[in-house]
């Protein structure tokens, strides 16, 4: 374990969080995770990330780094270990173009199937089915993204293995369906079966909990 001075600022249910959690497991990189309460937000989080005032937030020797896709790409290139990114230039920008795609269609869907119902929500779900659709293309005879281990892609589109269920059971729905993505449903098994990953889940009933209540905000009835 290399051992530096690496914080975390985190909130564990947050998918964003869990990249960074990820990448800095893989690398073997010692950190120290501190959790913040998203409804009542330090003050040093708030000095830290004053543009989106939002977790992740890593510092690594007192230098505050934002947004989870950034700080993964600082990972990999702060620490040469288990490299994360594709090493030729095409394979990068490949992954980058799906990673942005996962986020832009996949993940902004998926959050709105999650926090609406009828017809709203029925229409975020098939936008959501859509984006799964592409995805489960990219994967199809892949054991992972990065080929056969874990690598960049497979953090960024990750939380499909644990959130996606949690959020299907909260919002009363249905994205992954194991039948007609069975190429995807490989990878979340090869993805949770990886020690790493599986020994830093955080808890599912915990998780349950905090998005149930967030669902309850936005739609009270």
Known sequence: MIREDVKL?????????????????????????IEEDIFNKSNLLLELNPVHKKVPVLVHRNK????????????????KQYP???QNPYQ???????????????????RIAR??????????VNEAREAMEKIEEEIKGKKFFGGDKIGYLDIVIGWISYWI????????????DPLKFPAINAWITNFLSHPTINDTLPQRDKMVVYYHSRRKEVSPS
Request: hydrophobic content about 50%; charged content about 20%.
């Open 9 to 33: 600022f985190n909130f564990h249910a947050s998918p964003f969080g869990q990249r960074v959690i990820w990448a800095l497991k893989l690398k073997g990189v010692d950190y120290e995770c």
């Open 64 to 79: 505050p780094i934002a947004e989870s896709l950034v700080i993964l790409e600082y990972i990999d290139e702060t620490w």
């Open 84 to 86: 994360l990114m594709p």
């Open 92 to 110: 990068r920008a490949h992954a980058r173009f799906w990673a942005n795609f996962a986020e832009q269609k996949l993940l902004v869907a998926a």
């Open 115 to 124: 926090l609406s119902s009828g017809e709203e929500q029925g229409k975020a």
């Open 165 to 176: 269920p949690v959020w299907e059971e909260v919002g009363s729905m249905k994205i992954l």
